[in-house]
């Protein structure tokens, strides 16, 4: 239906974006920020077409979709707020001291953009981690110019995202390079873009294979470019034995609500509980495979995400020692993910790595340990997760210090008896954690520190003022938070006397 | 003379490394900066045999080795200052809103550290890119237990200044898994410690060679982790004409100091020098070369480098079109490098590279432009840089912006008027560039920014007052600036009433 771009096409975008950088990347934080607040109205303009669109594409229902353009705009406007303000920038100054000896000379830095950014955006949110989603909004929010390539799975819902985004583009008067949007169902398409010359950095949502193939590629380039891929997590939560106790039924209430949410379709579904083996435990099993029989089986995105989903739910029931414990009484139609419960020993978990396997959709597993000691291996043995989760109480947590720090390890947020589904957009968010969770825990592809990914600090020596970056004007025109010889302050900068 | 680790002595060095970090890591930041003003203290102590042994090992003279232990008592004390100031954990809290539907929880974020950290020192810096220098300060001050490969061209000097952390980190009462020193001559050394396991991060000053391979084991390991390799630059110095004709005799005199500091042997040496060709320049050249040939050879770090500097500046001055311009009167003894200027035309500096590679040493090249659009190719020709700097007047700046933006591209620094070398230790100092002249150039690694290299953010989401870190608890007990509900403070969260 869309077609995809050719070499020369990709060639010729990747170009434009990278001679529009020069203007785009010194455009002032208003302009960026004015930008992002008019795809937002562009966006929402155009709301209806957008979720009709989205709706017949990815099996997505209506509701679901609706709240996640909300979120999309809600994005661009506190980043645009966010980004206004400015913390990100990291401004330093420290002025010049002549009489030392030898004299310091005056410094100054601040954050610049990267250039322009490569967005590959995610099957499973056609808004808020696609085109006109965070990637986008925080690169053109740092100052570099983006080029998407559309999700095959909702590649029309991405043509309308983009169409708005380059309206606002003209509309705010900047060049068409700033923003460009190309189709490609191969990846060699990918790769092209990731290694081209004129690209700096990439955002890419999806799976491990996809994202590590890109990453290697990015690394193997004359000159290596950060990748920041989200590539998939378990999300494990620990069932700690005073909360199981107390609040049992409680527990697998609401983990049968997040294990299902959306057919189990969010980066941040819990697929792995894990408790001691035992009364309570057993208790809230019993419970959660009560409350998920009553689950209804739900349309998956699209045809390929349901039949992997049948594919790695199979594989995993089928290992040595994994007890299936409950499934939906509804059987699935054709496209649908039927919930499922299934459990499995600590050791059988430690032995069968194929157990540590995201398996995407309404799954989860629930480990049985001996004891906390082995509860304590099975920490240590998981990898690099967005999230981990703990049900205990004041008391279990603080007799478990050695799981505290194996979690602590192995994640970018924990969760104290809650559930990790429902991905808060604001400034303490972090989204991202150890790999293959992601390829850079240093950073988070959500809230406003999200920007950070597509900047990187430049030094300002002996510059005058009337030529530096308003940001780093003696007189602080933009009243802006700065770490002045070693102070942080609003204030203007003194510079010594020139005597 | 020192024994190379065996491959046991690597795995035991790593496994107590992390072993340790458990407990280093949850160590409050008063008492890490405590161990690096230990470290200090202990290195003062004993100044008098790390100067007489680094004198030995070094060829370097001892003001120059007094100077730099002076520097990295500096870095030492004033990344302790800053470490505990606490501006690098980024503290953000955002309360819970109870009433919102669906309710907000509770989020706070700060930066922890990423685990235990390999440091492999520079040869040009025997103290303050070494053993005690700005890698293992920054690193124990984020948080994460440090092994250093000794350079073996001043290993002597390397095992004194780890005794000294060592005794630092018994005085302190912290356990010997804090800190480990190896020697290791080979590649292969390097190479097991980068990719051990419980290693998560590596410092590295040195070669594009070593710097880039081992970049690459890092990127290949089952969890790639980052490498902050500083690799070389050329530090082009570009010579804009209205300045040239202002201050010309000046310049070269400021030029001819800056390419001979400590023979050449610092990583902001400037190796580049464009101009405009005529009749400034041609004075400017003049001058320069009349100041060389006053300037004596000067003993080089070790044989090593005094070879690879005859080599590379023979290959250099051989290339067609390269012209020797000047060269020290005084012939060079063994081991010495011969301070020399060389000139060649922009075509044949755009044709070349090798004219565009690092000729490490008292060394320069000047590069005569037709006019400024071969200026502005020259600047986009050239790799990543450490720094870039401007002989300009403003006129020249303001008539000059795509050149501004070409330097910006390719440096992490920008000097106006002054000199590469002389790499303050402040806040402001951004010493890092885009690759090959470092492999990240999101991070510095001088100034207390430096400590951002080892750490990475951590969420926590509904946790209850008594069970976060000091830093994020509500009363904010140590006064740290934290931004909460999008508002920088040093005032305490409020949470909103359980009610």
Same mark, same amino acid.
């Given at each position: ?156 819902? /991405?043509?309308?995202?983009?169409? $708005?985004?380059?309206? +606002?583009?003209?509309? %705010?008067?900047? @060049?068409?390079? #700033? !923003? &460009? ?25 999806? /799976?491990?294979?996809?994202?590590? $193939?890109?990453?290697? +590629?990015?690394?193997? %380039?004359?000159? @290596?470019?950060? #990748? !920041? &891929? ?270």
């Amino acid at each position: 239906m869309h077609t995809d771009a050719s070499r020369e096409e990709i060639d010729r975008a990747a170009e434009a974006a990278w001679s529009t950088f020069s203007s785009y990347g010194k455009l002032s934080l208003r302009d960026r920020a004015s930008l992002l607040r008019t795809i937002a109205q562009e966006l929402e303009a155009n709301s209806e077409e957008l979720l009709k669109t989205a709706t017949g594409e990815t099996s997505l229902p209506q509701p679901r979709l609706q709240n996640e353009l909300n979120r999309t705009l809600f994005q661009l406007r506190s980043y645009a707020d966010a980004g206004e303000r400015g913390e990100w920038l990291d401004l330093r100054i420290d002025t010049a001291l002549p009489q030392r000896n030898p004299p310091r000379p005056d410094l100054r830095k601040m954050q610049i953009p990267l250039g322009p950014v490569v967005v590959f955006g995610a099957s499973n949110f056609p808004f808020a981690y696609s085109t006109a989603g965070g990637d986008t909004a925080t690169a053109l929010m740092a100052g570099c110019p983006v080029i998407v390539k559309a999700h095959p799975a909702h590649a029309a819902t /991405s043509e309308l995202a983009a169409a $708005a985004i380059s309206r +606002a583009v003209r509309q %705010r008067g900047l @060049p068409d390079g #700033v !923003f &460009a949007h190309l189709h490609g169902s191969s990846f060699e398409s990918g790769r092209q873009l990731v290694t081209h010359p004129c690209i700096k950095a990439v955002g890419f949502t999806g /799976s491990y294979a996809g994202g590590k $193939a890109l990453f290697d +590629a990015a690394n193997l %380039r004359k000159d @290596p470019i950060p #990748v !920041f &891929a989200e590539m998939g997590s378990i999300n494990p939560v620990f069932l700690l034995p005073h909360k199981l106790r107390e609040s049992c039924a409680q527990t697998a209430l609401l983990y049968a609500g997040s294990i299902t949410l959306s057919v189990g379709q969010f980066c941040t579904n819990p697929g792995l509980l894990v408790g001691l083996d035992g009364e309570d435990l057993n208790g809230f099993i019993r419970e959660l495979g009560e409350q998920i029989r009553h689950i209804a089986p739900g349309r998956m995105l699209h045809a390929g995400i349901a039949q992997a989903y049948r594919d790695k739910r199979s594989l995993a029931l089928s290992q040595e020692s994994v007890e299936t414990v409950a499934v939906s009484a509804e059987p699935p139609r054709e496209g649908e993910g039927i919930p499922t419960i299934a459990s499995a020993t600590a050791k059988a978990f430690l032995n069968n790595p194929i157990l540590h396997q995201e398996v995407f959709g309404p799954y989860s597993l629930v480990i049985r340990c001996a004891d906390m000691s082995e509860m304590l291996s099975v920490a240590r043995r998981i990898e690099g997760q967005l999230t981990a989760t703990l049900m205990a109480t004041e008391a279990d947590v603080q007799e478990q210090p050695d799981l505290m720090m194996a979690l602590q390890e192995i994640c970018g947020r924990m969760i104290l008896n809650g559930v990790p589904t429902g991905v808060e957009v604001c400034l303490s968010m972090h989204h991202g954690g150890p790999f293959p969770a992601t390829t850079d825990s240093r950073f988070t592809s959500v809230g406003a520190d999200a920007i950070r990914r597509f900047a990187r600090p430049m030094a300002f020596q002996n510059w005058p003022d009337i030529l530096l970056p308003e940001e780093l004007k003696d007189a602080n025109p933009l009243r802006m938070w700065r770490t002045v010889n070693n102070l942080l302050t609003q204030e203007p900068a003194q510079r010594p006397n020139s005597a």
